[in-house]
């Protein structure tokens, strides 16, 4: 099986609404009589173990880990200008949302840039503070794997590239 060669133990992946995991080894179950293989995926942030069936872990929308280019155009986007639509809060919410369990950095990066506030800009709602913090959680953690830096340092990182956008 193909499949099997493109994940190996050790390696990170995303899992659209779960971020970044660890794959810690395939193996082979058998559920109701049919002997399925098995990724093993682990995510730590959230003490979870997710087990994804390899012939649906592209359809799952299960991927490697972004490239640096990807990454740079993530970053990029970041540092664009808020494109923050003045509708109302609970329609953005949702395309929020959507955005950051698609898995895509940049769209997350999205997310990150228009609910970012600076000192200067007006307090935001509790509700987008804890989106802002999802999407900046998520995209600091795949930045952290592709830069291999700890988390926070990577969180750090985005937050000044915003500060200084």
Avoid: C
């Avoid at 999205?110 to 999407?135: C, K, N, T, W």
């Amino acid at each position: 099986m193909g499949k099997q060669a493109e994940y190996s133990a050790g390696d990170y992946v995303v899992y659209p609404t779960h971020g970044v995991g660890r794959v810690q080894g395939i193996e082979t179950q058998e559920i109701s009589g049919v002997t399925l293989e098995l990724l093993i995926v682990t995510f730590e942030q959230d003490r979870m173990t997710l087990r994804v069936p390899l012939v649906r872990a592209e359809s799952s929308g299960l991927r490697k880990l972004s490239s640096r280019k990807l990454m740079e155009d993530a970053l990029t986007t970041l540092k664009g200008r808020s494109r923050a639509k003045r509708t109302m809060w609970s329609r953005r919410a949702q395309e929020y949302e959507a955005k950051i369990n698609s898995g895509d950095p940049v769209s997350i990066a999205e997310v990150v840039r228009d609910l970012h506030r600076g000192p200067e800009q007006p307090e935001q709602s509790f509700s987008e503070r804890q989106m802002y913090q999802a999407a900046l959680e998520r995209l600091a953690r795949e930045f952290a794997a592709v830069e291999d830096i700890d988390e926070d340092t990577a969180a750090v990182k985005l937050e000044e590239m915003l500060a200084a956008a």
